[in-house]
């Protein structure tokens, strides 16, 4: 009903963002509508780009009768503005990819038919652009 894996079900209880549900004499977990709700929003906050660890800690915070408003507030502009860099990074990305694929159009077209054109070569040589900082890897 939940859409996510018996496994994930049991992470979740472990890490606190679902109460333990109570067990049948045979040993099955009994779990609530509001359980089911509750993960359904926690899959939705993971795909805004909330952690694990963040629900864990607003969710205990509620079941407590605490108000985490003003943290999930917090939270959601921190990953409102971490996304439009991203954003911005992957416009810059793009604008790379397709010079790449420029260059990569015109070496390929003076290359001999069955011979090699050494494409990704070409990045390690240094012969295209360098990539936007964001995308090196880190030594």
Do not use: N
Request: charged share 25%; aromatic share 6%.
């Amino acid at each position: 009903m939940s859409g996510v894996s018996p496994d994930t079900i049991r992470y979740y209880e472990r890490l606190g963002i679902l109460p333990h549900a109570p067990r049948t004499a045979s040993g099955y977990r009994m779990y609530t509508p509001e359980s089911v709700e509750r993960v359904r929003l926690v899959q939705r906050a993971l795909q805004l780009g909330f952690t694990l660890a963040e629900l864990s800690d607003i969710l205990k915070t509620r079941d407590k009768g605490g108000i985490p408003c003003r943290r999930v507030l917090q939270l959601a502009e921190e990953k409102l503005v971490s996304l439009g860099r991203r954003i911005a990074e992957l416009q810059q990305t793009e604008l790379y990819m397709k010079a790449l694929v420029r260059h990569w159009r015109a070496t390929l077209s003076q290359t001999a038919p069955g011979s090699k054109a050494l494409l990704l070569h070409s990045l390690a040589d240094g012969l295209v652009a360098s990539p936007p900082k964001k995308l090196r890897r880190k030594r």
